[in-house]
């Protein structure tokens, strides 16, 4: 059986930035040296069509998967289940500025309705802008490969035995190491701007497909929120992630890191209103400013707080009063 190496992915920056062209390319030359990978090259993960050869190639990778990208890995992993390039999420020890301050990665929503077909595999995303030399996604890289499941080959001797009638020993060698191979699926591609859902949050709450007036949400046959329409998003607006109770949804090419897929969970699941102090719109109006402005753009009339203001947070139940509820009650007060 021929060896099966890891397959690693590096997703280009968009534009022709030297310093991240030049480190996407020590990263490959170095993996093919030390042959620790199967390396493949394809455009920003964001930017991929459908029917781009780099999807298809991604679609057809079997096995484990190293994935670096210049997103968040959240952003990362769920572009890439949208394009139904599935798997459970790998754990990776490199850590950005944002997941430092955070002890352990999230535990999945309870309420969560979770990703559909996952395979037994493992996707590991790493994000790009973490660091500027190789080195340090290198020693990642190597980590993850010596941890991978080595494919082996098993001597069938047929059930001969040796002159003196003892059973001979089975015995399991490792097959020659293939040399590992580059796969260059890079090309022109336009920018876009979509959100992504993560489900490992998404409720199902249908807050979106409520707010969002330009087509972008449906159901599938399960009844479950997808973005169905990507290319009908406006861009720039963020404003249905704005709505999302869950923070479920991502836009990855947002400026704002909760937005674009920082890491979810512990302190920034407070949302903490400073309109109150400041006097600025809170989220959701924001979020109705940032609407009407993209209908009036397409000829339409504004519909301010009208139409898919969020409902069903209106209706949920209370939860109890913690410590920041007081807080802000306490500057109401004052």
């Not at 920056?13 to 991240?20: H, L, V, W």
């Not at 993960?45 to 096995?63: E, P, Q, Y």
């Not at 400041?278 to 979020?287: D, K, M, Y």
């Amino acid at each position: 059986m021929a060896d099966r190496k890891l397959s690693v992915v590096i997703a280009q920056a968009p534009g022709k930035n030297p310093n991240k062209r030049q480190l996407e390319e020590d990263i490959a030359a170095q993996l093919l040296i030390e042959n620790v990978a199967n390396v493949s090259l394809v455009p920003h993960l964001n930017d991929l069509a459908a029917d781009d050869s780099g999807t298809m190639w991604l679609k057809n990778l079997g096995g484990d998967v190293v994935v670096l990208a210049w997103l968040y890995p959240r952003a990362a992993h769920w572009i890439l289940d949208r394009m139904g390039i599935k798997g459970k999420e790998g754990t990776v020890l490199l850590r950005s500025g944002d997941e430092e301050e955070e002890e352990e990665p999230p535990e999945p929503s309870p309420d969560a309705i979770g990703a559909l077909k996952v395979p037994n595999r493992t996707i590991f995303a790493i994000d790009l802008r973490i660091g500027a030399t190789a080195d340090v996604f290198l020693s990642e890289i190597r980590r993850i490969s010596r941890e991978a499941t080595v494919e082996t080959v098993t001597l069938d001797l047929f059930g001969t035995l040796p002159s003196n009638g003892a059973p001979l020993a089975v015995t399991e060698v490792q097959p020659a190491p293939l040399a590992a191979t580059r796969s260059d699926l890079t090309g022109d591609t336009k920018r876009r701007w979509y959100p992504v859902i993560d489900y490992s949050r998404c409720t199902n709450c249908m807050e979106c497909i409520d707010f969002c007036l330009f087509g972008v949400y449906g159901l599938d046959d399960h009844e479950r929120i997808l973005v169905e329409q990507q290319d009908n998003c406006k861009k720039g607006c963020p404003a249905c992630s704005r709505v999302c109770p869950a923070n479920a949804i991502i836009f990855p090419e947002h400026k704002t890191p909760g937005i674009a897929g920082a890491p979810a969970g512990g302190v920034s699941d407070f949302k903490i209103d400073l309109s109150k102090l400041f006097g600025a719109p809170n989220a959701l109006e924001l979020a109705v400013m940032e609407r009407d402005t993209e209908l009036v753009a397409d000829g339409r009339s504004a519909v301010g707080m009208t139409v898919g203001v969020p409902k069903r947070q209106a209706n949920s139940p209370q939860k109890p009063k913690d410590a920041l509820d007081a807080l802000i009650d306490g500057l109401d007060a004052f």
